[in-house]
């Protein structure tokens, strides 16, 4: 029996650190397939087409909406982001854990149609510490800053939608954290109860 | 806010090793508490009352169960188990974990008051592995090894009443899957979410 992978959707407000925490995680676990998103922003310094993102044109973008080729999409402030369907499922089908980065929208998109996805939210340690972060960050303009931060709080109001929270005060504390989950849904009696129960009674 | 501790629940069919893996899963987490169960079965060489068990004569302890003070209890083989009540709600209540070693009847008693309460079962690597570890404790005579064995398998069947499951075949690694299943419920955002959004609203 070929077993499914488990779908992890990693969300968080802006400025948060989710990039660092899932570039970390995916370091030390290098069975685990980072989706790659879709997008029509432009792309940012040192951003690799088919590796950061697919870079693709507004009209590409809305052909694949058409022709219902993304598990979630949204637009946010004034680009498109996306989640190619095809590669995903094959991933899963194959046995292979799967990571979306995706923002809070789209993990609610995943939600409907994955119920079985592990849904986990990454926190600042405080609203103070998420803004100096941003700051740090250096790419925002004053008002992007502002359209960022102001949406951060409602954001966190969302976590009762994710199965997990994980605060992003230290970045190896939070792996370490992103592992215990990954093997506690991999210990979960609903993921395996087929297998377990096929196991034991091939030896009566 | 006070918040309640966990209770685990920790199950497994008879010689899986549940005893040994409690014993070194308590060893590296001194901050959770063993519930010591009462019971009306003699003492094993070695045991200690108030420590291995509430020792407990049969009258005292049915005494108990009209006065409504266990968790769960039942009669197993020709003698009651049971959780006293008093000291485990004392424990989560003031925010301290509390770990049950229980028998499956027991466990599902304790899921009927408890839904909170993470479910763990513990499985041999396979049947034959289990039988060779009754032999090997050689506590048991042939009839009551036949009454112990042969109730395995209908015990792992109700293993679908449980939330997690860990294959006894390597004690360290069974409890490290042990310690990441309690990170992971820690990290649950059901457990968590008047804490969280109470937190981040001050700073507003």
Known sequence: ???????????????????????????????IKLSVSATTRSP?????????????????????VENGEFIEYARVYENY???????????????????LEIDIQGAMQVKS??????????LPPSLGELRDRIVKRGSETEE?????????????CKIENFDYFVVNDDI???????????????????RNKENILENFKEEI
Request: glycine share 10%; with cysteine.
């Open 144 to 156: 992007s800053l502002k359209l960022r931060f102001g949406s951060a709080y409602d954001e966190i």
């Open 44 to 64: 940012r310094i040192g951003e690799v087409d088919g590796v950061s993102y697919h870079f693709l044109e507004t009209g590409q973008f809305e052909k694949m």
């Open 1 to 31: 029996m070929n077993k499914e992978g488990i779908l992890i959707v990693i969300c968080g407000p802006s400025g948060v650190g989710k990039g660092t925490v899932c570039k970390e995680f995916l370091g030390k676990n290098r069975n």
């Open 113 to 122: 149609s994955y119920p079985d996805a592990v849904f986990v939210f990454i």
């Open 81 to 99: 982001y996306g989640t190619p369907k095809a590669e995903v499922l094959k991933n899963l089908h194959n046995g292979e854990d799967v990571l």
């Open 172 to 190: 190896e504390k939070a792996v370490r954290q992103l592992d215990c989950i990954m093997m506690a849904e991999k210990s979960r009696v609903l």
